[in-house]
């Protein structure tokens, strides 16, 4: 099975801060057909199903907003937030779904500084 | 509007069966895989396995393979995953959850609500 190692686990933040969230993957994410890395991020808040903010890495899902970024490559992603909002604190998580089983990293808490 | 509404939450003996489902609504139920994904209390997220109800396929994780069985009733846009030889291990929110394209590999842009299974004498 493919391990995504999430780092940090958690983060404190003031509103109106950028912050970035990591994501490795044990192996490439990087699908040679299409010439796509096969990496999502959700965020989940409390008491809520996960929503799917970024898929094929840096591809924002409709509805979110550009204050939510990802990069990366290979084996090697960042979620980015710049200016977090209150309505941001949740927790985060990457998932490959280049092969099965799909896995999560186990995932990163953003809490107010 | 794609909407995915799971059972209620159970509170079920150690060593019983469950069963939890997932009704689709807005869209063609048979066009889409169905996936479940375990979620244990403060913890992250597990896929647990899938299912094409077009042709009645189902792929499992290897660490789910004799625990959950997957169903779907094209009859009633409903799927299904049966929970057998519970143990507290098994106490944890329970996901449906449906890809964003036809694809079967894409993530998962349509979640269910979520079932708690909790596993309690």
């Known amino acids: 099975d493919i391990v995504m190692t999430q780092s940090p686990s958690s983060l404190a933040v003031s509103a109106g801060e950028t912050v970035t969230i990591n994501c490795k993957s044990s192996?490439?994410?990087?699908?040679?057909?299409?010439?796509?890395?096969?990496l999502a991020w959700y965020q989940q808040k409390p008491g809520q199903s996960p929503k799917l903010l970024i898929y094929?890495?840096?591809t924002r899902e409709s509805g979110v907003p550009d204050r939510f970024i990802g990069s990366g490559s290979g084996t090697d992603f960042t979620l980015t937030i710049s200016s977090v909002q209150a309505e941001d604190l949740a927790n985060y998580y990457c998932?490959?779904?280049?092969?099965?089983?799909?896995?999560f990293g186990a995932g990163t808490k953003l809490e107010l500084k | 509007e794609v909407k995915l509404q799971q059972s209620g939450d159970e509170l079920v003996r150690p060593g019983a069966s469950v069963k939890i489902s997932c009704k689709a609504s807005?869209?063609?139920?048979?066009?889409?895989?169905m996936h479940w994904v375990k979620q244990r209390p403060g913890q992250g997220l597990e896929w647990i396995g899938a299912?094409?109800?077009?042709?009645?396929?189902?792929e499992y994780n290897q660490k789910f393979k004799g625990k959950a069985t997957l169903t779907a009733d094209k009859s009633s846009n409903t799927a299904n995953m049966e929970l057998s030889r519970l143990t507290s291990e098994d106490s944890a929110v329970y996901y449906c959850?449906?890809?964003?394209?036809?694809?079967?590999?894409?993530?998962?842009?349509?979640w269910g609500q979520g079932t708690l299974v909790t596993v309690s004498s």
């Open positions: 959850a449906r890809p964003g394209s036809f694809n079967y590999g894409s993530p998962f842009a349509y």
């Open positions: 807005g869209y063609t139920f048979t066009s889409y895989s």
């Open positions: 299912i094409i109800p077009i042709i009645d396929t189902t």
């Open positions: 192996q490439s994410l990087f699908g040679s057909v299409r010439q796509k890395n096969y």
């Open positions: 094929l890495a840096s």
């Open positions: 998932q490959q779904y280049y092969d099965t089983p799909n896995t």
